[in-house]
């Protein structure tokens, strides 16, 4: 499963569907568990979740958003690059990167384009032009090329030599004034590219780095979290609230890095006034803003659901305060898949043009009432939603479950025992740098599914939190489909997204170690041993080891 999903031999989806057939056949498990596993707590908050998403791109309350902080701050390439940076890196944190990404990129497109309108425009209609400004209409007409001889002849036939000396020095003048215009045009023409290139790829890496923020950002922390419920239920620590606690600073670091350091690649800190086109980009901001009207039902509506479950999220289980799970007059364990589901329910039930007190005639049929669509309609789900992901998932669990039960998790845990003698710190650097080199050329997901199995055992072999090796390895703005997207859009260079990219993987390898051995001790404990729950864990596996050589020594 790792080759292929690596390789790609077959599509990712099929791929994680071979635990069904395989590990019946070859005896590992049921084939009634190993379904089950393609359909967990995590899967059932991925999907809620990208509903939830799906319901904010339908009414377009996502560019509504990027366009009001788009007029607030500002319009040099610079303040644009960051409104653009934060307001992608923002919205990724909730909703799919791919589509945020493909949101931005004509946003991007009609604002650069708008920034150099007026140097395009002065430049072909200098061209046109006379040295002395006279307008290249009527007699007058000449062509730059090949007729800027025709005043010399003109001269020479009036037989005046102060003429010829003049018209000389003009015909001088006419050339170095045509090659400064040259000179200028291409020059200003670069600098639009390298603008363009620098916003471009400025946005996929903000929808990278911003889809790290929260758990639903993207699916690898999906299966973080589906992998430790699995082994360690919530006694780990790891939920919405702590890692928005733990991730957002680092996410806002890494964005404002970027912000940096595509700046210093692409157009330098000369302080530059956009071309005087201030105005004009504002206003055409705010043309488009205008376009999609006042705020609708279905907008509000949405808006207020969202916030609803961040928060049913965030204070289901904070652990700095009692959630409001532990007020239920109930004994079982409530999860993050109920408070999106809770949501779902009430987007495919609340009608997005409310006509409950007024008729909505169908037209032509008098006395026939046509009922309004909810605010999202399950056809839109049923073509938008990525079930590829799903499945992609349930291939993770299934396998890291048949890990578990035939002890290949414990074995591998034996062999990397060896590890043990480094310093955590640099155990958990070197898993940044080798996840970050697979994910350039395999799935951030197929990478997670592989690896996290692994890691969880290694960090209990090696005595350590399982958070501190597995939490973050995942994290980094690596080969994803925004940076594919910017990439076939600007028409960029090979060579510029390797040079960007490589300084950013390797800042945000450091950001995230140096955040893992300081703030993320505050959060998740971190004190260089093996917390309780993951203690207990061992226990577990030993008596479930020393249970199954017990049964085979009966049988």
Known sequence: MAIYWMVEALPLAITSLLPVVLFPLLGIMDTGKVCTAYMKETNMMFIGGLIVALTIENCNLHKRIALKVMLLVGTSPRRLMLGFMFTTMFLSMWISNTATTAMMVPIVEAVVEELFKDNDEEMNREVRMFPDGSSANGNSTINMDHNSEIPCRNAIENDSIDSITDVSQ????????ENQRSLSGANNSAFKGKVRTCILMSIAYASNIGGTGSLIGSSPQLALKGLLNELYGSASGLNFASWMGFN???MLLNTFLAWIWLQYLF??????????RAA???KLIKK?????????FHELATLFLFIVCVLLWFFRDPQFIHGWSEFLPVEVEIDDATAVMTIVMFIFIIPAKPMFWWSNPVEGERGIHKPSPALLEWKYVQDKLPWGIVLLLGGGFAVSDASKISGLSVWLGSKLAG??????FLVMLIICIMTATITEVASNTATANILLPILSEMAVTIKVNPLFLISYAFMLPVATPPNAIVFAAGRMNPIDMVKAGFLMNIMCVFVICVMMVSFGGLIFQFDGSLPDWAISKVINETMTTQSSILNCTIF
């Open 280 to 282: 004009v980009v504002h």
């Open 419 to 424: 590890l043990s003698v480094l310093p955590p």
């Open 267 to 276: 157009i330098g800190f000369k302080r530059t006034e956009a071309n005087g």
């Open 170 to 177: 003009s015909c001088q003048e006419l050339t170095v004034s």
């Open 288 to 296: 488009k803003y205008e376009e999609l009207g006042q705020m609708t």
């Open 248 to 250: 957002v600073p680092g």
